[in-house]
C-alpha cells in the first residue's frame, strides 16, 4: 500500500507543477514554446513517413516479394515501421525538448527552486562545462531510452503478453527515465553526477515513476505536451527536493558516472 501512495504522490507533484501556471503565468507559457516547435517537427516527421510508408516498406521487405502473403508482410511491416516511429518520438521527444528550451526551463527551474527558499547558488564552472556534462547526461539517458523502447518494441510482437505487460513495462520505464531526464536542473546545479541523480531517485523510486508515467500518459494526448512540459520541469524540481531531502545540497560531488 505504501508503493502505491508514493505513486500516487508523484503523480500529485505534476498536478503541483501545473498550479505553477496561476502564479508565473508568462514564464510558463514561455516554456511551452519550445514543446511547441519540436512537436511540430516530430508531427511534420510523422507526416511524412506515413506518406512515404510504402516506399519504405518495399524497401525493408524485399525478401517478400513473390510470396503468396507479401501483402500480409507488407501491411504488417508498415504497422511496426509507423508504429516505431511513434514510440521513438515518444522516448527522445523530452530529451529533445530539454535540449531546445534549456534557458526557458532552466529559468522555470530556478524560479521554483527560489519559491521554496534555499535555492542552490551557482556553480564556479565555465559555462562550456555546465554544456558538456549536460550534454554528456543527455547523450547516457537517450541511448538508454532509445535501446529500451526498440527491445519493449521488439517484445511487443509476443502473443499476449505483448498486448498486456509490455505496454504497462513501457510506460514504467519511460516514467523512470523521464523523471531522471526532467530533474536534471535540480541536480546539475547542485554539482551532482547521473549517477547520484538515479541514487537519490532510487530511493524514492516510485514516487520518480509515479510522476514520470504521469507525465509520459499527457505526452501521449495530441497537443498536451506544450502545457505539460513546462509544468513537468515545475514538478521535477519539486520531486528532485524531495528526494535530496534537504533545502541545498551545495558540496560538489567529484568522480565520472
Known sequence: ?????????????????????????????????????????????????????????TLLTPFARGWELEPLVRIGAGLAVFALTVVLFVYTYTAITLAVGDPFYERIWRAVEESLGGAPVELAESAWAGVGRGISNGIRLLV?????????????????????????????????????????????????????????????????????????LLFLVPFAAIVVMPAAVAGATLLARQALDSPSLPARRTGSD
Do not use: H, K
Not at 40 to 45: D, K, R, S
Not at 159 to 182: D, K, R, Y
Open 1 to 57: 500500500m505504501r508503493t502505491v501512495r508514493e505513486f500516487f504522490s508523484g503523480v500529485g507533484l505534476l498536478f503541483q507543477g501545473l498550479r505553477t501556471f496561476t502564479t508565473r503565468p508568462g514564464l510558463m507559457w514561455l516554456g511551452a514554446l519550445p514543446a511547441l516547435i519540436v512537436g511540430a517537427v516530430y508531427v511534420v516527421a510523422i507526416v511524412l513517413v506515413a506518406v512515404n510508408l510504402d516506399a519504405l516498406v
Open 144 to 216: 538508454i531510452t532509445v535501446v529500451t523502447s526498440l527491445v519493449l518494441f521488439a517484445c511487443g510482437f509476443i502473443p499476449l503478453l505483448g498486448q498486456t505487460l509490455v505496454p504497462v513495462l513501457g510506460a514504467l520505464f519511460a516514467g523512470w527515465f523521464l523523471a531522471l531526464e526532467l530533474t536534471g536542473f535540480a541536480f546539475d546545479a547542485r554539482g551532482l553526477r547521473l549517477r547520484d541523480r538515479r541514487r537519490m531517485l532510487g530511493l524514492t523510486r516510485a514516487r520518480s515513476v509515479g510522476f514520470g508515467v504521469a507525465c509520459y
